[in-house]
């Protein structure tokens, strides 16, 4: 009979999930399973809608990324209306998708991801937090704080609101910019730049300390999925889809939205209501995809700003970066280039333009919208009757991508950390510490409710609890 | 500065109290120095607009007091060690921003007694009832801490 140790549920992450370590008789790790316990429903509840609502309605799926919901559901219901929105209203979407991704990964990593970093994975749990971290480092506690705040204020600005702001809309976005906003936000951004770089820094140098980690946190071989322009720059709002395999060579590109249904598998597993896409023409497992920013740093053959692609360049050089630890560096990238990138937006001519938004009646039954959410690649399909009620909603999610690579990594760390019949809170943080390189958004993969305690039990053959941690 | 922050999610009966509170407040009282937001949930960014405010006030439902009863509570930075993006009390920010910045704000929670948290956007009768008396207190503590400045 098989033992099995649970960690339930998974702390530091958005959204409910538990993972289970089924020991083999020696005490080695045999298996290890990362469940999705929640689900939500979005993809029934929304049929019936009219198609206009449904920017609105697919924002609530999150309060961390509403932004990423709003843009793949704006752009599916702009190809339901068969239009192609202004340019100023595409670059206004643009400034708000990388203010979204800028707070996001501030959240993931200097919230939910720092505590480890600095105080160290066998540290005392009750300090593996904010106050931690304050304790130890104050300055990159504010920092975390400033990068937040900077997001959310561009948001703010932007649409009126931090969470589910209501601008965008499908045909594009109800205000144009104020010169006054512009100049707000472009007065915020020198510093973010400069805290973001030393936080570039500052990740570097914990570096040598986690060479285990790098070497088994979800280090192997998968496919990469993300977008670039048709340079094959980094790209987040708009552009192709692009895939490549570990050893960085092309295997689908320009890829348009409407490529995913042929490329692009849903499995689903008896253990978790996270489904789990797969790269349909290598089957499953075979086609086991990674998306987000390491994988879109993976993907993309430059950054079309200059202090994010030097950082890129001087990535590329590092041997074991397929390793999940490598997400946060990639978050890390990713946010100076958002800095960097909403200034050259804001600061083009046409920015401050009046016409912002199409108006039609919809001229498609189909639409597809796909955008780079924070965690990865977002996908929205819509599909809708005569009278513009919604008939079909299907929606790939980007920690679904990484449901079959956190699964392994899982494995992975707990056949490295994991052994005997004792448990130690720095094995568990370990096991947990992989699925939050990936940052998952539960609350948005199964389209949470309660709070629950976490409570691991390892149990014997015999089914006598061995040993036992409750946090 | 001056803050109020109304907390609550106005979707869940008379969880959104906080919010009507301050939403009241907004409309009713203006002055150049006073802030007023309302939010669903507190984050842990809020500590460095917390920091720059002379005093803040909280509204919030209360599950520990009787329905439809208000009172000012004290807030201590110190008493909570604990946030994240989903759940951050009061004194917790209180504690960052003395932490993150020096900052030791003048602060109280005005509670108000609550009892429906079903899906409504209506308060029950006697939360709705007490508002007033919550927006009494709310703008009683304001101007409290006016005369105090020069």
Redo the contacts between chains.
């Keep these: 009979m098989r033992r099995e140790i649970s960690i339930n549920p998974v702390t530091r992450i958005e959204g409910h999930g538990k993972i289970t370590i089924y020991l083999a008789e020696d005490g080695s790790v045999a298996d290890a399973k990362f469940h999705v316990t929640q689900l939500r429903g979005f993809e029934k509840f929304a049929e019936g809608r009219p198609f206009h609502e449904m920017p609105s309605l697919m924002a609530r799926i999150c309060g961390i990324c509403p932004v990423s919901h709003l843009i793949a559901s704006a752009k599916a219901c702009d190809a339901l209306l068969g239009v192609r929105i202004p340019p100023t209203a595409a670059a206004l979407r643009r400034v708000m998708n990388l203010a979204q991704l800028a707070q996001s990964h501030a959240l993931s990593f200097f919230y939910l991801s720092a505590p480890d970093l600095l105080l160290g994975m066998d540290s005392d749990p009750s300090q593996r937090n904010l106050f931690g971290m304050l304790a130890a480092n104050p300055q990159l506690a504010r920092d975390g704080v400033t990068l937040r705040q900077v997001g959310q204020r561009i948001i703010e600005l932007l649409g009126g609101k931090r969470i589910h702001p209501s601008w965008l809309v499908p045909g594009g976005v109800t205000e144009p910019l104020s010169a006054e906003k512009r100049d707000q936000i472009l007065a915020m951004l020198p510093n973010a730049i400069a805290i973001t770089q030393q936080a570039i820094h500052w990740f570097k140098s914990i570096l040598p300390r986690f060479s285990e980690e790098i070497k088994v946190f979800a280090n192997f071989p998968t496919l990469h999925m993300g977008t670039v322009d048709r340079r094959g720059n980094l790209e987040t709002y708009d552009g192709y889809l692009r895939i490549v395999d570990a050893d960085g060579n092309i295997v689908e590109d320009r890829m348009t939205p409407e490529d995913y249904l042929e490329l692009i598998e849903e499995a689903a597993e008896p253990h978790s209501f996270l489904k789990s896409p797969y790269y349909k023409p290598r089957g499953y497992l075979d086609g086991m995809l990674r998306v987000g920013p390491l994988s879109r740093l993976l993907v993309a053959d430059q950054i079309s700003t200059p202090l994010a692609n030097a950082e890129l360049q001087e990535f590329r050089q590092i041997p074991e970066r397929q390793s999940s630890f490598y997400y946060h560096l990639a978050r890390l990238i990713e946010i100076l280039y958002a800095w960097e990138e909403i200034q050259r937006v804001l600061n083009t001519p046409d920015i401050l333009s009046e016409h912002v938004r199409a108006y039609a009646e919809p001229n498609a039954f189909e639409g597809i919208g796909i955008t780079e959410a924070p965690r990865g690649t977002l996908m929205h399909h819509y599909k809708i009757d005569k009278n513009g009620l919604i008939t079909y909603v299907n929606l790939i999610i980007a920690t679904g991508h990484n449901n079959l690579a956190m699964n392994a990594g899982v494995k992975q760390v707990a056949q490295r950390f994991v052994h005997g019949e004792r448990l130690t809170e720095g094995m568990l943080n370990r096991v947990e510490a992989v699925i939050r390189t990936f940052d998952p958004c539960l609350s948005c993969s199964t389209h949470a409710i309660g709070q629950m305690p976490l409570h691991i039990q390892l149990i014997g053959p015999n089914g006598a609890v061995l040993d036992e941690i409750a946090r | 500065m001056q803050l109020v922050i109304g907390i609550g999610n106005t979707l869940r009966g008379d969880d959104g109290v906080g919010v009507a509170v301050a939403q009241s407040l907004a409309e009713q009282h203006s002055a150049p120095d006073l802030q007023v937001i309302a939010c669903?949930q507190l984050?842990?960014?809020l500590?460095?607009l917390i920091s720059q405010a002379e005093q803040v006030i909280f509204v919030d439902a209360s599950l520990n007091l009787p329905v439809g009863k208000v009172q000012v509570q004290p807030l201590d930075a110190a008493a909570e060690?604990?946030?994240?993006?989903?759940h951050t009390a009061p004194s917790?920010l209180l504690?960052?921003a003395k932490?993150?910045?020096g900052a030791q704000p003048r602060s109280a929670l005005v509670a108000i007694g609550a009892q429906a948290f079903g899906f409504s956007e209506q308060l029950s009768a006697p939360v709705a009832q007490a508002l007033p008396q919550a927006l009494h207190l709310v703008m009683g503590l304001l101007s409290e801490h006016s005369d105090e400045v020069p």
């Design positions: 669903q984050t842990p960014e500590a460095a060690q604990a946030c994240s993006a989903h917790a504690g960052l932490a993150l910045y």
